[in-house]
Structure formats: structure tokens, C-alpha cells
């Protein structure tokens, strides 16, 4: 089975304030994503990475960073949390095939 | 215009009605599609690909892409409680473009 594994489920973080948001996958895959959720906005990519050390902008990829040092992990960066950045975070990954596996989601607020 | 457009929800059926979830897609280009299942405070997972026109059943969920009218649905057989969910779908191709979802609920 694959496994995508993310740091944290819940995170409280004040505004200005520097987020890392980490995401693991266990099973060799190529492409890593992150999407934010949000009710009515439906999902929404910010960034994704097809190999390590490249990365590609998403829909939405203004105000996030994003770091893919090894294959197995994908960073998201917030430089400076503001609280239109309170969201569901969630991180995908998948093998050369475009079908994707979620991680159980990062519920972020930023107060 | 989205590239994804899906029907909107909430759609509520009796326990063992049938469901049917639609999507249209913009892109002419799109030749697979797949649907994710996400219950409530759960990430998405996927439940059904279809790579091509017509239909393809996986027991009581069967898919069905018509590419001339750029639609794709997933209609859901006996719906059990267990259905309730959000249903989001997604082409193959492109740079990872959802449809918003269309939430189901299943009432015993």
C-alpha cells in the first residue's frame, strides 16, 4: 500500500510567522503535489515536483515555497503565514501514472 | 470557464436508489478522467478511472465518458449510507485540475 505520511494534522501559527509543512511518501514516486481546501473553492494546486529539485507553480502558488531536497519528501513553505492562509494542506503523490495518493491532510490556522 | 464543471450538490438519495454524479470538461483534449471519493474530514482517495468512451463498471459504481458531448458521470448503484461523501472529478492529463465536488448523501 502506498503511504503518504504528512507532519502534522492540526497546526496553530501566528501571522508573520515562518510554516513548514512537510509531506513523506514511501513508495519511490516521481511526482509529489500540494493543494490547499477550501469549502466552495474546491481543491486547489499550489505547487508540484516531478523530480527532486524541480518543482513547478500551480494554480495558486503566490505566498508558498516549496523544497524537494530527496525523492521521498516535499516541503511547503509559508514565508509569512497570514490568515487568508488558514486552510486544509494537503499533499499527493504518484508514480508516472496520473493517478494520485493523498496524505491525511494538514488542517492549518493562522490566527 | 472551469475546466471542470460538476453538478451541483448537495445531492440526496434514499438508501438503495441510484446516484448520478455529473462532470463536463472544457478541454476537448481530455481523454480519461478519474473520480475520487472524500468523506467528510478525510483526504480524497480514487475509486474509478475511465480511459475511454462508453461505460466501465467496478461492481455497484459504474463510470461513463461521452467525449462528443465532453461529459463524464458516475452513477452509484443500490447507494448505501456508506456513499455519503463528496465526489470529485479530475481529467488524467493536465496539471492537476479538480472539479469542486458534488457532496452525496445516502438517507436510510
Known amino acids: 500500500d502506498v503511504k503518504v505520511t504528512q507532519s502534522s494534522r492540526y497546526l496553530v501559527k501566528r501571522t508573520g510567522e515562518k510554516v513548514f509543512l512537510e509531506c513523506v511518501q514511501d513508495?519511490?514516486?516521481?511526482?509529489m503535489f500540494w493543494y490547499r481546501q477550501d469549502p466552495g473553492l474546491g481543491l486547489r494546486l499550489i505547487y508540484f515536483?516531478?523530480?527532486?529539485?524541480?518543482?513547478e507553480k500551480g494554480d495558486i502558488p503566490e505566498g508558498y515555497s516549496v523544497s524537494r531536497e530527496k525523492k521521498e519528501r516535499f516541503s511547503l513553505i509559508l514565508e509569512s503565514a497570514s490568515t487568508n492562509q488558514t486552510s486544509m494542506y494537503l499533499c499527493?503523490?504518484?508514480?508516472?501514472?496520473?493517478?494520485?495518493?493523498f496524505g491525511p491532510g494538514t488542517r492549518l490556522t493562522v490566527t | 470557464q472551469k475546466e471542470v464543471e460538476q453538478n451541483s450538490g448537495p445531492l440526496s438519495v434514499p438508501e438503495g436508489a441510484i446516484a448520478s454524479l455529473n462532470c463536463t470538461y472544457s478541454?476537448?483534449?481530455?481523454?480519461?478522467f478519474f473520480w475520487y471519493r472524500q468523506y467528510s474530514g478525510k483526504s480524497p482517495e480514487l475509486i474509478m478511472s475511465?480511459?475511454?468512451?462508453g461505460d466501465k463498471e467496478d461492481g455497484r459504481f459504474t463510470a461513463q465518458l461521452n467525449k462528443a458531448s465532453q461529459y463524464v458521470s458516475l452513477l452509484i448503484r443500490d447507494s448505501q449510507p456508506s456513499d455519503s461523501a463528496t465526489y470529485l472529478c479530475?481529467?488524467?492529463?493536465?496539471?492537476?485540475?479538480f472539479g469542486d465536488g458534488t457532496t452525496l448523501t445516502v438517507k436510510p
Open positions: 475511465i480511459y475511454s468512451n
Open positions: 515536483s516531478y523530480d527532486v529539485k524541480m518543482k
Open positions: 513508495m519511490d514516486h516521481e511526482n
Open positions: 499527493a503523490s504518484s508514480l508516472g501514472r496520473p493517478e494520485q495518493y
Open positions: 478541454d476537448r483534449g481530455s481523454q480519461s
Open positions: 479530475a481529467p488524467t492529463r493536465g496539471k492537476s485540475t
